[in-house]
């Protein structure tokens, strides 16, 4: 093996360099992300909390007549 000249280093360099731009990149899309997807489950929580309450009540309004038919 011969000894690595200037250009294979300076070609590794680069090389270690552009990968690291893209690991930056691609770690900065993921931070962008990340905040959508959790606000858009924090969306997919409130809306299933706001379900909730409402399926409650429902339910309540069926009894109501059947006391009223009891009496």
Not at 6 to 32: G, P
Not at 47 to 70: T, Y
Request: charged share 30%.
């Amino acid at each position: 093996m011969s000894p690595p000249t200037i250009t294979t280093i300076h070609f590794r360099k680069c090389l270690a360099i552009k990968t690291q731009k893209i690991l930056i990149s691609s770690h900065a899309l993921m931070d962008s992300l990340v905040p959508g997807i959790k606000a858009f489950q924090r969306k997919e929580e409130k809306v299933s909390w706001r379900n909730q309450p409402l399926k409650r009540p429902r339910k309540e309004p069926k009894i109501w007549p059947l006391k009223q038919f009891q009496r």
